[in-house]
């Protein structure tokens, strides 16, 4: 068994991350150690999941292992749960959080179509200010959004697994009742985890079940959705508009129908960027392993089980 | 002389106005009566400022004006130290400041550019979340814009005339102090009246002590900007961007230049649009109205001799 002290980040394939992540190990008082020593791995490549296994495999002390973001659905099948595994959950929530808003409010105040006129557009728009938002999952992201709204009179709806009430939201349902709340929402945000449950969850009977004049924000993950039932919803209006910070797949392949639609707005999964969101992570790691020193409990443990 | 009681609405040019202010003179306790008659005009057209002259002539007990707007540049020729003027100051600051937040996100978030695109865009972008906003103006906007942003995290500094502190704000400088805290601004918010002093304030040598990555947002009126200076901004790269509900002249004709420009939104005076804003100017006319009955101070009074 390693030293609780003794800590590897690997990869090294993205050098400004892996710079970061090992000065966070340091700061945190611990030492930077090959994998083959290492009592705790700080994954430093959120995208480099195929060389994953071959790193674990060549640390036989491992007890913890730290993945940078909050979704790990490339990671999902090296769960193995006699190790610790945290994950970036919560770290990145307020840029997310605040692409939310930033997505919302383009959507009810058409600046889509404003930034492709050349002429006088159609004097056209709607409120944030007092409107029905529903968010679907009760994590980082949808805390963070209720934080950033609280002045702006929305009236909320959180949509999760759980009955137990979110804090700041004007009322939590179970996943069981979301057709009951769907239709009065006047935009729909995505903030859910990838799971069995939650995969394709965004198909032709949830999209029909939307109001007309609704938004969708997705920042989860583009797997949420069914991606060809709402190119149709926005085709045939039967919502709104959607904008969409995630999709599948991505990149969002050129000629996609959905670049096509005048009322889809697609950001290139950038609710939280590598310069927003390094030193979120980069703190969020010194506190782990200045927990890990100490023995206490770390922050951002993944469900092994629940797999998120 | 007329009684309190008696007070004129007028022109009926805009129906769905005109009503709504008949409306809310009713229910404040007033009777609604043609000019000749009253004490009071309630103006319920925005663009008709040349009818008003003949209007006003035919009414020669006329005590109190309420004109619809904020902005009263249209009457300022027209304002009879003589009588009580009000407008709608406050009244819309709401929504035009939900829409200072949008317009910023979208140029931070760079919605505008991802808007254009059928294929999967750069990714950039940078937080409002912590960011350094200069807001120039300290009317109800200011207030609204303070209020809405107040979990933020934003810090904010206020340039207005009077030494006077804006509440919320992180500081408040007068307007002699303006190049001082102009480099250090992320964005900068115009939310000035028109007056002959701030006229044209937005000219090269103000958009030179701006920083290089900072977006102007101008929701005040178009007169605050010299806007073949602010083409050339743009196209120099004197700053990231300009996000403008209001130009000059209104509409931006077509093959105006700033059309052109890749870092230039133009929303077309949206800020507050008519439906969002008429429930709100009838709210006000029913208060105003109210206290005009009761003897009591009116809300929204026009400083005659300042213009505004």
Redesign the interface.
Known sequence: MAERAKIAVAPASRPAMFEALCESVRAAGAEVVPVEEASALIWADPKAADAFPGVVAAAPDLEWVQLPYAGIENFADQLDPALLWTCGKGVYA??VA??V???T??G??????????????????????GANMLIIGAGGIAESLL??L???NVETTVVRRSPEPLAHATRTVTSDRLFEVLSSADVVVLAAAVTPETTGMVDADFLAAMSNDAWLVNVGRGALVVHDDLVAALRDRVIAGAALDVTTP???P?GHPL??EPNC??????AN????GLPLIADRVRQNVGRWLRGDALVGMVDVRAGY
């Open positions: 307020e840029p605040e692409h808003i930033a997505l409010l383009a009810f105040r058409s600046i889509h179509t404003a930034s492709r006129a050349t002429s006088w557009p159609a004097q056209e728009g709607k409120n944030l200010l934080r950033l609280e002045p702006w991505e990149p969002l050129d670049w096509d707005i697609i950001t290139p999964h950038v960027t590598p310069e927003m």
